[in-house]
């Protein structure tokens, strides 16, 4: 049976048309993020955008991950708590329409009475378990709001996320450091890890972020590399608050431009780590349609 794997996003929407085996057949994309449908026309646009894969041999069934699950997307589909596997999310999936469509729940966890919750990231996990077939360790997906977490026995067993890409984009467009750096500027390697590496001082991410602003008034810096420098304050923030083995190979999962500079900061902490990209969602639901249609 073929099935039709959706990541669908705050800002996009993905599709894949999967074999039986997982291959990807074919791959759609477009503009259509949970924001820009109105209330009542989620059905409309996943029928504009794999209507003719849904009706295509076999009557293939349909996953959705990701904010189409959540309160202003097409139907919620409640979290899943931690400690939970393929098993644990496959009895919460929530029928949409037919029986041959369903959203597949987020992942939610407590910290201290405080609750953190993830959408879309619980699949690209499990995607990489199958890949990469190592069921016990430390997953990090960069992004906006960046996710690190836990898995022991296929199981995701706790997770935090940071603010880290947002708090970035903040610091670059709407802080006084937005006058002296270049955030287009491409990536600057060598500024980057000077940036992780101070990180580390113990003085704080509040005070070292103003660093960010006297190596441009005293010219130390120029625009592109304080881009960067500021990137590797915050990543090397994020990094400092880690529990870090270097016998354990960390999975990172994300775009180049982001897993590169993780990669960089694990590397420079004696950490080894793997690299994924977008095949690990096609993956994750590849293996939640076995779990769910054996």
Known sequence: MNLVAIDWGTSSLRGALLDAGGRVLDERSAPRGILSVPAGEFGTVFESLVGDWMR???????????????KQGWVEAPYCACPAGLADIAAKVI????????????????????????????VQIFGAIALTGQRDGLFVLPGTHNKW????????????????????????????????????????????????????????????????????????????????????????????????????????????????????????????????????TWAGLHALSRTLYP
């Open 95 to 122: 029928q949409v329409d037919t029986d041959r469509i369903a959203l597949v729940p987020g992942l939610s966890v407590e910290h201290d009475g405080v609750p953190d919750v993830m959408r879309g990231e619980e």
């Open 56 to 70: 295509g041999p076999g009557h293939p069934r349909c996953l959705i991950s990701g904010m189409a699950g959540s």
């Open 149 to 280: 977490a836990r898995v022991n026995d296929g199981r995701v067993t706790g997770f935090r996320t940071f603010m880290t890409g947002e708090f970035y984009a903040l610091l670059g467009t709407h802080s006084i450091l937005s006058r002296t750096i270049d955030t287009q500027a491409p990536l600057d390697e060598a500024a980057f890890m000077l940036g992780v590496a101070q990180a580390g001082n113990n003085e704080g991410l509040l005070h070292n972020a103003f660093g960010a602003r006297t190596l441009s008034l005293f010219g130390r810096m120029g625009a592109a590399d304080l881009a960067s420098y500021l990137s590797g304050l915050l990543i090397g923030e994020e990094l400092r608050t880690q529990s870090l083995h270097a016998k354990g190979e960390v999975v990172l999962i994300g775009t180049p431009a982001l897993t590169r500079r993780y990669e960089l900061a694990l590397h420079a902490s004696g950490v080894a780590s793997r690299t994924l990209g977008a095949e690990a």
